[in-house]
């Protein structure tokens, strides 16, 4: 399959770094694809474990419930967007993650090279969780 930008054949790296990927899939016009960055689905409890990813250096477990995600490649900016869920823990059938949070709850800002998070069962305690998955898009 080519691929063909404007018509052009002979396409070299530089006109691919400066395009913007558009996709029309059957909605009528050409719309902005935006990319997953990075991803992880990784193992809470216990000893942190990766089960697989990408653009993740590691997961750094800081206290019960509370994790940094750490990226190979910083992103361009911190406007980027996270998508997250969980196992349920026990008895509990539901989770949240809270995002951009340190251990005293408080907003911690994310940065290009990583971001905190929390995984809380209530308003006032946190937990580990067998399975948590996270995609980064921007």
């Avoid at 016009?29 to 997953?36: F, I, K, L, Q, R």
């Amino acid at each position: 399959m080519a691929i063909t930008l404007n018509g052009s054949t002979g396409i070299t790296t530089a006109d691919i770094a400066a395009t913007t990927l558009t996709v029309n899939a059957g909605f009528g016009s050409n719309a902005t694809a935006y990319g997953c960055r990075a991803w992880v689905n990784f193992n809470g409890t216990g000893t942190v474990a990766i089960r697989d990813s990408g653009n993740v250096s590691s997961i750094t477990d800081n206290a019960t419930g509370n994790y940094t995600f750490n990226f190979s490649t910083a992103m361009p900016d911190i406007n980027y967007n996270v998508v997250c869920g969980t196992s349920p823990s026990g008895s509990r059938a539901t989770h949240q993650i809270q995002l951009f949070s340190a251990a005293s709850w408080a907003t911690q800002a994310p940065t290009t090279s990583a971001f905190r998070f929390l995984t809380p069962i209530d308003l006032t305690s946190l937990t580990d969780i067998e399975y948590v998955c996270l995609s980064v898009f921007r």
